[in-house]
């Protein structure tokens, strides 16, 4: 009797004379690089140092693309941005010590945003591993710990052989839900090293699934079946699951309104109308929520943008489906249900009763007046027209990356996404920096739609280096700097709070001289050109830069009230 567990894959005779016969002149990098192919990898980012010159050095041996940037943490965001348009793990390779640790905050928004990094660093000599002070270059006393605490796991390489099945693990941990970067360490020599491991040909690595508890869903299934106001809180959970045509259909047959997280963005039609859109940081938003009997909260931890800062106090049932088991569960009590978004809803579905409910596009409609009466008395007309010219020029299909600025802020609660996995920001760690090299990323990915990024004057200056880099590789970006001579949101915060800003003003240069001086076509723009200068830059080929000169406002919050 032959059982499933018994049967071994047997090696076609390529990769039997493969094997035999491996080429000359194969180290550790090597190895690397042919997992990664072996895995499904075509492109991969990164920085080159001392330490991993044995990686990169395989890399022209490879058949995988390589977009080299000129901050390791920009490389980062790029890597993430790609994992995002993609859902496949984006490798992402470093070199030790100060090199590996620039790369913290990019790998930090992954985590938050689940975007798959496939993270590889490498390390000093195996001989200085462990702890010893060996006063090696770049030496840590434990480089890994430093990740730890950032990434979903960590792999530490020692020899050779442990090199595929090292990076595998870490690749099927990228793609297990929740999506995020994973961390492997390979030390200089294994890599530097010539190999007599064959070459690598297969790489199969199956993220493992994550289905709800049937009884959870059936109870989950009750609630909302019964309930007479659900509603539904949308997270990034389900752009990441691509559960946006189930959550729809969910939507329709229990006739609940739905909001989306700023993370969430895209995950429910705009215009639907049920459709709550992304007013979250507003009262009126807020109290609908905390009115409905059953809410059902889709891919979201409901955390502090998520809650409009925590003041969101729900009255009703809670049903919660989340991947992360620490977001579970850890601001409301909830029925939690840990779960892919995608099976979890595709549960529901299979077993949730339709409603009826005439008058649930009546009371979105209300509520969505209230709030744009409320944005309406504010005297915000040129915020509300810049963001909407935006909006206009750029393509239904084109993909945005925001850096942590004004207009992002508004972008938020404001835009139109148009279409699922579209519209991303630096809203999951918050950091500075996002924009322009997270578009690069996803030019990388789908050369087929410009890519607009969007930061203004002091996140422009984290990274605008990488205009060197759309420069080399051609990548088909166009970035709208807004340029309001500062960190405009912290002056607004700091004049709110103590009456005058401080550290918030900024000396900048000229970025459409200085995106000239890289080779990269530059325009000064107005509020009044903005819609027909950034149409045209998104047209034309290849990188280009608008800078808009403009100081903008936030609306007033309502958390404060």
């Not at 807020?286 to 059902?296: G, M, N, Y």
């Not at 409009?308 to 569960?329: C, M, S, W």
């Not at 760690?429 to 997270?438: I, M, R, S, V």
């Amino acid at each position: 009797m032959t059982h499933d567990h018994d049967l071994v894959l047997r090696p076609t005779a390529a990769q039997t004379e493969a094997a035999l016969n491996p080429p000359p002149g194969r180290n550790g990098g090597d190895l690397v690089v042919e997992t990664l192919a072996g895995l499904g990898a075509m492109t991969v980012f990164g920085l080159p140092g001392q330490h991993a010159l044995g990686m990169f050095d395989a890399l022209r041996r490879s058949d995988l693309r390589y977009i080299g940037l000129r901050v390791e943490n920009n490389a980062g965001f790029a890597a993430d941005a790609y994992g995002r348009i993609t859902g496949e793990a984006a490798p992402l390779l470093l070199s030790t010590g100060p090199g590996a640790l620039t790369s913290l905050a990019a790998l930090q928004e992954a985590r938050a945003a689940s975007a798959p990094v496939l993270a590889i660093s490498s390390q000093v000599p195996t001989a200085g591993l462990g702890g010893g002070r060996h006063g090696y270059l770049h030496e840590l006393p434990d480089q890994a710990a430093s990740f730890r605490g950032v990434v979903k796991s960590v792999h530490t390489v020692r020899t050779q052989s442990q090199i595929p099945s090292a990076i595998a693990e870490a690749w099927t941990s990228a793609l297990t839900a929740p999506h995020g970067p994973v961390w492997v360490e390979i030390p200089q020599d294994v890599l530097l090293s010539e190999t007599p491991i064959p070459v690598v040909t297969g790489g199969d690595a199956f993220p493992e699934e994550l289905p709800p508890r049937p009884e959870l869903t059936a109870l989950a299934a009750d609630l909302l079946s019964r309930a007479e106001r659900p509603a539904v809180i949308a997270g990034g959970g389900v752009v990441r699951a691509d559960a946006s045509k189930k959550l729809r259909q969910l939507a329709e047959r229990l006739q609940a309104p739905v909001v989306t997280t700023f993370g969430g963005k895209g995950a429910f039609p705009w215009t639907h109308p049920l459709s709550l859109q992304s007013w979250l940081e507003d009262r009126h938003t807020t109290d609908f929520l905390e009115d409905a009997d059953v809410l059902l909260v889709v891919g979201s931890g409901l955390g502090e943008l998520s809650s409009n800062y925590h003041t969101f106090k729900p009255r009703g049932r809670v049903v919660q489906i989340e991947a992360d088991l620490g977001k579970l569960e850890s601001n409301h009590p909830a029925l939690g249900i840990h779960a892919d978004a995608r099976l979890a809803v595709q549960a529901l579905l299979e077993t949730v009763d339709e409603r009826t409910d005439p008058a649930a596009p009546e009371r979105v409609r209300a509520v969505l007046a209230k709030v744009h009466e409320r944005i309406a008395s504010q005297e915000l007309t040129l915020e509300q027209d810049v963001l909407a010219a935006v909006r206009r020029a750029l393509p239904a299909g084109a993909p945005s990356f925001w850096d942590m600025t004004i207009l992002a802020y508004w972008a938020w609660s404001a835009f139109d996404a148009k279409a699922p996995n579209t519209m991303h920001s630096a809203q999951g760690a918050g950091g500075l920096g996002y924009g322009f090299p997270a578009a690069l990323g996803a030019a990388a990915a789908d050369p087929t739609h410009p890519v607009l990024a969007v930061s203004g004057d002091g996140g422009a200056l984290y990274s605008i280096a990488e205009l060197a880099t759309a420069r080399q590789y051609d990548l088909n970006v166009t970035w709208l700097i807004v340029d309001d001579g500062g960190y405009g949101i912290l002056r607004e915060y700091m004049t709110d709070a103590f009456g005058q800003p401080t550290a918030t003003e900024l000396t900048r240069p000229d970025y459409v001289a200085l995106a000239e001086s890289f080779g990269v076509p530059g325009v000064r723009t107005s509020p009044e050109a903005l819609e027909a200068d950034l149409a045209k830059a998104l047209a034309a080929p290849g990188p280009s830069v608008v800078v808009l000169p403009a100081v903008l406002r936030m609306f007033a919050p309502t958390h404060l009230d």
